[in-house]
């Protein structure tokens, strides 16, 4: 049975950061590209990071410079930095699993249950 953990969200301040953590139960952890998504109420959940299975790692421009998304094989997890957060950035964050390293979160076959992120002016 396939689940995810994630971890790590919670309420800061503007500026501050947050390391998001998911924790992987599944087969061949090391054959699944992992991606974060996020989500506020009513509006689409839209992509934030990527790793590859090779550890290559793309972003959405809204995080760039900002985020730094890694992978550690021997754990089954993968991590989320995020610096010098702001209120924007604000949602539910979602870890994901999948066969290719895309931003259409259509191709992502598992799914955690999210964790909290809210930033404050």
Known sequence: QVQL????GGLVQAG???????TATI??????TMAWFRQIPGKEREFVAVVSRGGGTSYADSVKGRFT?????????VYLQMDDLKP???ALYYCA?????????R???YWGRGTQVTVSS
């Open 5 to 8: 953990v994630e971890s790590g």
């Open 16 to 22: 501050d950061s947050l390391r998001l953590s998911c």
């Open 27 to 32: 087969r061949a952890f090391q054959s699944y």
């Open 69 to 77: 998304c890694s992978r550690d094989n021997a754990k089954s997890a």
């Open 88 to 90: 924007e950035d604000t």
């Open 97 to 105: 699993a999948g066969p290719a390293p895309t931003s259409n979160k």
């Open 107 to 109: 191709t992502y076959n």
